[in-house]
């Protein structure tokens, strides 16, 4: 069982005043501290223009909190780290759905990732959980699949139950966004929608290496 964590990053306005080789100097740092963790992978995005308050987001994975908390501790020694702050996290654990036999974890350690992640947190109304079992599974059934119409769209579901203020955090990746909104729109005439609570505010996110994705800073 992983743990994983959306960090989100902005920046301080501080940072534009810093000189341009000395900015490179921190941000390379930064990196280093990222890469030279041998016990957390991470992934890193753009999100600027599409959330105030976020300009790229680190997805960190770990086999336990510690080591995810511990990079973060690092990083956050970092000259660069006077520039930045953490405006939203999102941390869940990978579980085996009770609803279907996919291994979740394959998709966690998948070294390639597609352009784009669409991420965000989500709660299931009270009456869900009053339903039976075999209920629950039916509805379920169809709401995966409509997923299973668009196989090229991956996803990931956390269970953040006592650990965040969530049930679930819930990603995509795509190189599509279009087939992923076709989707959502899809998904929303499903039964099962009428037992989510809340599913905001969703996170959409663009893939880049490292030191690019540091750039948005």
């Not at 990083?75 to 939203?88: C, E």
């Amino acid at each position: 069982m992983t743990c994983h964590s959306y960090i989100f990053f902005d920046s301080e306005p501080t940072i534009r005043a810093v000189p341009e080789a000395e900015l490179r100097e921190q941000t390379e740092q930064f990196a280093a501290v990222i890469e030279g963790s041998n016990q957390v992978k991470t992934f890193a995005y753009t999100t600027l223009g599409f959330k105030a308050g976020t300009r790229f987001m680190l997805w960190v994975q770990a086999n336990e909190p510690e080591e995810l908390q511990e990079m973060v501790i690092q990083l956050m020694r970092t000259p660069l780290s006077a520039h930045l702050k953490i405006t939203y996290t999102l941390f869940g654990l990978v579980r085996r759905s009770q609803y279907s036999k996919a291994d979740p974890e394959a998709v966690a350690a998948a070294d390639n990732r597609n352009r784009y992640l669409c991420v965000y947190p989500f709660t299931k109304t009270q009456e869900w959980y009053f339903l039976t079992y075999e209920q629950r599974k039916n509805l379920m059934i169809e709401h995966m699949k409509i997923g299973h119409k668009f196989p090229s769209i991956q996803q990931l579901l956390l269970y953040a139950y006592g650990v965040d203020d969530h049930e679930f955090v819930l990603s995509y990746e795509t190189d599509n966004l279009a087939d992923f909104q076709t989707v959502v729109m899809e998904l929303r005439a499903a039964e099962v929608r009428r037992y989510t609570a809340y599913d905001v505010p969703v996170y959409t996110c663009i893939h880049r290496p490292l030191r690019e994705a540091l750039q948005a800073a």
